[in-house]
């Protein structure tokens, strides 16, 4: 009678023993990605953006109906960390930008606002989001002294605080000199 439950219960072991390695090899089947950019396999995406999955930041920025995408000038998607860290940037050549949008509606919050902002969260979700680009050797990203001056309009899509400090922003912004439309995505 012992050896009968020992016999079964080395059997219910080898099957829970079976279960857990497939289970686990299908976890690292199905989170490869993440997995792999623990060790170094992940690579940046460098200009690999195409116009039609651009089109978010314009409408994100309220100007997609009155504006059109004439060419990608730069992107780079860097890889996602198991926590979502990341860094996005683009470099959009648009058509025109729509001024009608600055326009301050009551009942509606700005999407737009011609810098320099002096917010003191604004200017520093411009200070980050300039330095994570030069933080990941994108020279063609504005400097924050630049993106927060007369010439170029701002749009916060979203800032992400901890202790009243951004942790995480998305900012597009339009430099009225060049006509390029910049967007940021940010997580730290």
């Known amino acids: 009678m012992k050896k009968q439950i020992m016999k079964h219960l080395r059997f219910l072991l080898d099957v829970i023993g079976a279960v857990s390695l497939v289970a686990f090899a ?22 690999q953006l195409t116009p039609k999955r651009a089109m978010f930041v314009l409408n994100w920025g309220n100007i997609g109906e009155k504006a059109k995408i ?33 326009k301050v509606d009551e009942g509606r919050p700005q999407e737009w606002s011609q810098a320099p902002v002096t917010e003191r969260i604004l200017k520093v979700a411009v200070e980050l989001s300039s330095n994570a680009a030069a933080s990941d050797g994108l020279k063609w990203f504005p400097k924050a002294t630049d993106l927060n001056s007369d010439r170029f309009y701002l749009s916060f899509h979203q800032i992400v605080l901890h202790d009243q400090f951004p942790t995480a922003v998305q900012l597009i912004a339009y430099d009225r000199k060049e006509k390029l439309l910049y967007y940021l995505s940010y997580k730290t």
């Open 70 to 102: 004439d060419k990608i000038m730069h992107s780079y998607e860097s890889p996602r960390s198991l926590t979502g860290d990341h860094l996005d940037a683009y470099c959009i050549k648009i058509d025109n930008f729509p001024d009608s949008v600055l």
């Open 26 to 47: 299908a976890f690292v089947v199905l989170n490869f990605q993440q997995v792999s950019g623990l060790i170094g396999v992940q690579r940046p995406k460098v200009d």
